[in-house]
């Protein structure tokens, strides 16, 4: 039964894919965006194998234990009925309901211990997977399916952003958004991942096609749309883009006059609110917050017993921040070395790295100068990774989590370098790359 109702939904979306314009990128053939859709739900099944091995306790292993938590609640469903499961579902009046509260009880992670100041994730995790089970009936890969599915919505949403300002290089946009080995890997199962990349690409889509393209109202559907969605599952990505998206609202309102100029005010302003945020106190000390972060997750580790912690300099005050922000974007950005992939688990994260790095000597080597309609988006993504990339790599001191965090900002970082390529000057070097994508990718229909 289980096997059959994940391929009747695989069908499904693969129709989906195959027959809604939403999936129709410019030189694309769709027969790609279904390649990626499968080649998701493989990574899927196979993060799901890893996690069984590696996690004895499914109550540690972020890839059940909301599933399991979401189980708890459906049977409130079963044994209760549906005024005590939708109080557990929508959050609201569960722990003074008698009927539902030993459920909320029973559930290990639908709050969490610590406020983070954004929306608890882990509920929105355990409620998404509660909706899916009227679906799946209990079986779990049906599960892969549908959060392969929406991680496609948001991945096609960042391909069509990114072809529609590259149309040049619609090949290497491609891979930077569906062939990276974490992406295939983090947004495939049954995890946070999904949800944000589709709310990221929902977001981005409609956002920059609203502000620097042919305003619609679909446009703001996506807007809405991407904005709730990456409220409910990783709320600190939204607050890292909005020096970026400000400072495009910022040269939008002067008419794209002094880009640069209007684009770093708000990046000035935030960085002169982390620089006095001590002076304030509470939750404007930003220091005090990442450095309470930052022991927490070494804390975890230890208890844990994580095999992959390293040393990150300690931040103590704001100027840490700033000081240690060259160690923070190595960690996130090129770690794990290959010479660290013993762990079988981290050498396509090393190869990937490795790659970035080859990536990066050839941008360089065949550097072109933004500009035109490119400029806002690539002003964006160099915002987007760097704010991440300080924040994720000075915070986070174990390998196995900075390759998950870091994931949407990867896609930037990839498809930043191969858009500052100069792929003319590149293929006159190396003429025998121009055969190679030629062969790739004959047809664009």
């Not at 894919?17 to 859709?37: C, T």
């Not at 912690?309 to 840490?320: C, F, H, L, N, Q």
Request: glycine share 8%; aromatic share 16%.
């Amino acid at each position: 039964m289980g096997l059959i109702l994940f391929l009747f939904y695989v069908a499904l979306f693969s129709v989906l894919i195959a027959k809604w314009s939403y999936f129709r990128v410019n030189g694309i053939n769709k027969l790609f965006i279904l390649g990626a859709f499968y080649l998701k739900l493989a990574a899927g099944f196979v993060l799901a194998l890893l996690y069984s091995d590696h996690y004895e306790d499914r109550g540690t292993g972020d890839a059940f234990r909301f599933y399991d938590d979401a189980l708890v609640m459906h049977r409130c469903l079963e044994e209760k009925g549906v005024k005590p499961y939708l109080k557990l579902l929508t959050g609201i009046g569960f722990r003074e309901d008698s009927a539902a509260s030993p459920y909320y009880f029973e559930m290990t992670h639908l709050e969490r211990a610590h406020s983070t100041g954004y929306v608890n994730d882990n509920a929105t995790m355990i409620r998404a997977n509660a909706v899916v089970l009227h679906f799946s009936r209990g079986h779990y890969h049906v599960h892969t399916a549908f959060w392969c599915f929406m991680a496609m919505i948001g991945l096609t949403a960042m391909l069509k952003l990114f072809v529609g300002y590259f149309p040049r290089k619609r090949v290497a946009m491609f891979f930077s958004v569906f062939l990276l080995p974490t992406t295939l890997f983090w947004g495939s199962g049954v995890l946070k991942e999904p949800i944000l990349l589709m709310g990221l690409g929902l977001f981005l889509l409609g956002f920059f096609r609203f502000l620097f393209d042919e305003s619609k109202f679909r446009h703001i559907i996506y807007i809405l749309l991407g904005l709730f969605f990456l409220i409910i599952s990783k709320g600190y990505v939204l607050f890292l883009m909005l020096p970026a998206i400000v400072g495009l609202l910022l040269v939008k309102a002067f008419r794209g006059r002094r880009f640069w100029l209007w684009f770093s005010i708000p990046h000035l302003a935030a960085a002169l609110f982390i620089l006095v945020g001590p002076l304030i106190g509470g939750k404007a000390d930003v220091a005090h917050e990442i450095g309470w972060k930052q022991t927490s997750f070494y804390n975890e580790a230890t208890l844990s017993g994580a095999g992959s912690v390293i040393d990150i300099p300690k931040i103590d005050s704001a100027a840490d921040i700033f000081l240690n922000a060259p160690n923070s974007l190595k960690n996130i950005y090129l770690r794990p070395w290959i010479t660290e992939g013993d762990n079988i688990l981290y050498l396509p994260a090393a190869l990937e790295n490795l790659l970035l790095m080859i990536c990066l000597a050839v941008m360089l080597w065949n550097f072109r100068r933004p500009y035109g309609l490119g400029i806002p988006l690539i002003a964006f993504g160099i915002s987007f990774v760097l704010a991440l990339g300080v924040l994720i790599g000075g915070v986070v001191p174990v390998l196995g989590a900075l390759v998950r965090y870091k994931m949407p900002a990867l896609i930037f970082l990839f498809a930043l370098t191969f858009a500052m390529t100069d792929h003319i000057k590149l293929q006159r070097r190396l003429p025998f790359i121009r055969k190679i994508v030629k062969t790739l990718w004959r047809k664009p229909y």
